[in-house]
């Protein structure tokens, strides 16, 4: 995020000649330097949730890194953060120590966006997204604790904001990737993939910048389930 953005001119009218004449201003069209600080974050958002590059993720999370430096009153550069390293965990082919300190790094940067009193709904979906990462560097190792972690930081988020839809999504993939002995599977799935459908069309972020991650996600699940019935 360029500094130039934060430090804006405003411009100002030329006087006019005439004694007469009243001096004017012309109205200022640059945009204030909040303005262009949600402008500059909104734009790193988008790269963040457009791709899926371990490397392009990693300069993300700088860019969010120093957004925080300028607003570091604004809890939504951490929250990104946290995201931008557990999606590198998911993408990532590093071996799992490597994965582990990403997810670290993406705990250590949720509780400062908790220090900053950011949306507890949202932090608590994104901690149980973060047990899932943790969980799928080890599933045979690791399935019983963090399933269950999933399941009771999901279970507060709801008490806090039913509404949110990402608790429908990473509660399904939570049941999704649970073996159908466990009361898992696909099937077991479905109903809360669709759950979090409904949800997510009922939904409206309070602001541009505002979390509104997991609905490509979502679509992406339930083509696979259209897909596999007419096979």
């Not at 963040?48 to 300069?59: E, I, N, R, V, Y």
């Not at 999606?87 to 082919?93: G, R």
């Not at 949202?122 to 399933?147: F, N």
């Amino acid at each position: 995020m360029k500094t130039a953005l934060l430090t804006l001119t405003l411009a100002c009218a030329a006087l006019t000649t005439q004694a007469q004449a009243p001096t004017t201003t012309a109205a200022a069209t640059t945009p204030t330097p909040a303005n262009a600080y949600t402008a500059q974050l909104a734009a790193t958002i988008q790269e963040l949730m457009s791709t899926g590059d371990p490397a392009q993720l990693k300069l993300v999370f700088n860019k969010l890194e120093r957004a925080a430096a300028v607003a570091p009153q604004d809890w939504l550069p951490r929250y990104y953060q946290a995201y931008a390293r557990a999606i590198t965990c998911f993408v990532s082919k590093e071996d799992g120590d490597v994965k582990d300190a990403y997810l670290d790094q993406a705990e250590a940067a949720l509780a400062q966006a908790r220090k900053l009193r950011g949306d507890e709904s949202e932090l608590l979906v994104l901690q149980a997204y973060i047990h899932q990462a943790r969980l799928g560097i080890s599933p045979m190792l690791r399935s019983m604790k963090y399933s269950a972690l999933v399941t009771e930081t999901l279970s507060q988020a709801k008490k806090l904001n039913p509404a949110n839809p990402r608790i429908y999504l990473v509660q399904a993939n939570n049941v999704y990737y649970t073996p159908a002995m466990f009361g898992g599977g696909a099937e077991a799935a479905k109903p809360l993939y669709q759950e979090a459908q409904t949800r997510f069309a009922a939904f409206t972020p309070s602001s541009a910048v505002a979390p509104n991650w997991g609905e490509r996600q979502l679509k992406g699940r339930l083509k696979q389930y259209e897909t596999a019935a007419v096979k």
